[in-house]
């Protein structure tokens, strides 16, 4: 079985300060990996995912992404943030060529503090 | 165009009662997917619709769920006899394939009393 480990499940860091939100992955098989965000009350929302080649990634809202195979990690990060990046972030994968369902990791809260 | 949209967005309901969860998807996308959303579990998938093939059930905790979709577009969860630990948010998400990005709604939540 694959698994999602969120090692913060809490992040506070002050705004314009670079952030690292930290996911570890375990699977047998070959996986595919994602970042959503969740405001308050609201859905999820994709932020990045790595599918196959480069290993970093960019998404939306100036995040970024490496995918470290050796390392099973895909550590989020953005290097200036903002208030309205406060937020839960939530590492995702789907694990094997014919699966479909997100193993969500726990999330991470993150506070921007002014 | 418009996403994901889940009804009601808030159920308030009594132990033993039925409800009902709806769900619609963006428009052509053949993919359907249920999570759930709870403080002591966290995400986890429930049920898989894609196209006309038998939905992939494997998530659903207990009998007591069932989920359908009709005519490919449209679906409802189902909960019979509800219990306290129902209580979560029910998330629905789709996608225009397999492994294709999934859109998720902003969520019924479901308060059990």
């Known amino acids: 079985a694959q698994s999602v480990t969120q090692l913060d499940s809490q992040v506070p860091v002050f705004e314009e300060a670079p952030v690292e939100l930290r996911c570890n992955y375990s699977?047998?098989?070959?996986?595919?990996l994602f970042w959503y965000v969740q405001y308050p009350n609201q859905g999820l929302q994709l932020l990045l995912k790595?599918?196959?080649?480069?290993?970093l990634v960019k998404g939306i809202n100036g995040f970024e992404a490496e995918f470290n195979k050796s390392q099973t990690s895909f550590h989020l990060r953005k290097p200036s943030v903002h208030i309205s990046d406060t937020a839960e972030y939530f590492c995702?994968?789907?694990?094997?060529?014919?699966?479909?369902?997100?193993?969500f990791g726990k999330g991470t809260k993150l506070s921007v503090i002014p | 165009g418009a996403g994901v949209s889940q009804s009601p967005s808030n159920k308030v309901t009594e132990k033993g009662k039925d409800v009902e969860l709806r769900c619609d998807p963006i428009s052509g996308h053949t993919a359907l997917y249920w999570y759930r959303q709870s403080l002591g579990q966290g995400l986890e998938f429930l049920i898989y619709?894609?196209?006309?093939?038998?939905?992939?059930k494997s998530g659903l905790p207990s009998d007591r769920f069932s989920a359908e979709r009709t005519g490919g577009s449209v679906s409802t969860l189902t909960i019979q006899r509800t219990q306290q630990e129902d209580s979560a948010v029910y998330l629905c998400?789709?996608?225009?394939?397999?492994?294709?990005?999934?859109?998720f709604g902003p969520g019924t939540r479901l308060t059990v009393l």
């Open positions: 995702a994968l789907i694990a094997g060529a014919g699966s479909y369902q997100l193993t």
């Open positions: 699977s047998s098989v070959s996986v595919y």
């Open positions: 790595y599918l196959s080649g480069s290993t």
């Open positions: 998400a789709s996608s225009l394939g397999q492994r294709d990005t999934q859109y």
């Open positions: 619709f894609q196209g006309n093939s038998a939905p992939d």
